[in-house]
């Protein structure tokens, strides 16, 4: 391996590591500035941690923290998973959870008194699902529900860990309901769906790409056009047209959302009767667009 290619991919490890521990940071900046003074519990570990804070005032002032409540279920957690899941695949993992317990210790709780809860929950949404669409871009998660999730999926293969999810994180929102009352768990769910849009978008947002079909009797034109100007690769597929019976080429073609733009220039300037149709595509992996 050269010394280059080396250097490359030390680089890329510790963009990944940065990646991780700037998402983990943003998702404490929610729990310790948004979600806890105001009692809203959006599901997971740190959700449950909120819930057991506020009954455990009577055993220490303030109640047992939320970042000390997270060491202590992720220490077995961590020690059946590895056991479970492997080494190598907990290591990203473990990066993820050391640093939000890390920014949960650090950053200080403060409440800002927000007294338009819609707000808050807006805000602390989109502040945890930046973050989590970062940690999850990387690889990683921050362990907690997510890492109970995948260690029961391993003795219940017929429940995909999504299901799972849905069930423990949903039972610790209604908890959160019977401790803080309805109207903090129905803003908690808002920010629950703002978060997963958000992190939905930032994953779609590194990966997103739009596809062509192209029909018309001048493919060969278009296709070199667009070979030759855009350096895209196009495929020819046979198709028959059902109402002609003619036989001819569809060409098919990938390319970047800002590209897709002259595709269609292209073809109409070649063909003006081309038919084309374009689609949203979730995911690219390839030359020219995301290397796995």
């Known amino acids: 391996m050269s010394i280059r290619r080396i250097k490359n ?3 890329l490890a510790i963009k990944k590591y940065l990646i991780i521990i700037i998402g983990s940071f943003l998702m404490a900046l929610a729990i310790n500035l948004i979600y806890e003074p105001l009692g809203l519990v959006t599901g ?3 959700g449950l941690a909120i819930v057991v804070k506020e009954l455990t005032g009577f055993i220490r002032e303030g109640g047992i923290p939320v970042w000390l409540f997270t060491v202590i279920c992720n220490i077995p957690l961590f020690v059946v998973a590895i056991k479970i899941l492997g080494f190598r695949t907990m290591i990203n993992v473990a990066l993820g959870t050391i640093s939000l317990i890390i920014a949960l210790f650090i950053i200080p709780i403060v409440d800002f008194q927000f007294e338009d809860l819609l707000l808050a929950s807006v805000v602390g949404g989109t502040l945890t699902g930046v973050g989590l669409g970062m940690v999850f871009s990387a690889s990683s998660s921050t362990g907690g529900t997510d890492l109970l999730a995948s260690i ?4 219940k293969r017929y429940l995909s860990v999504p299901h799972i999810l849905i069930f423990i994180d949903g039972a610790i929102v209604i908890l959160g309901a019977l401790v803080f009352g309805l109207g903090n768990a129905l803003y908690a769910i808002i920010s629950i769906y703002l978060s997963s849009k958000v992190s939905d978008g930032i994953l ?6 739009k596809m062509a079909y192209i029909i018309s009797d001048e493919y ?9 100007n855009l350096d895209r690769g196009v495929t020819g597929l046979n198709s028959t047209g059902m109402y002609s019976n003619k036989d001819r080429k569809m060409l098919f073609c990938v390319v970047s959302k800002k590209e897709i733009v002259k595709i269609t220039e292209i073809a109409k300037k070649i063909d003006p009767n081309s038919f084309i149709i374009v689609n949203d595509v979730r995911e690219v992996m390839g030359e020219g667009f995301i290397e796995y």
């Open 9 to 11: 991919k030390k680089l």
């Open 44 to 46: 997971g570990l740190t």
């Open 152 to 155: 029961i999926h391993k003795f």
């Open 204 to 209: 779609e947002g590194l990966k997103f790409a």
């Open 220 to 228: 060969e034109k278009i296709a070199s056009e667009i070979m030759t």
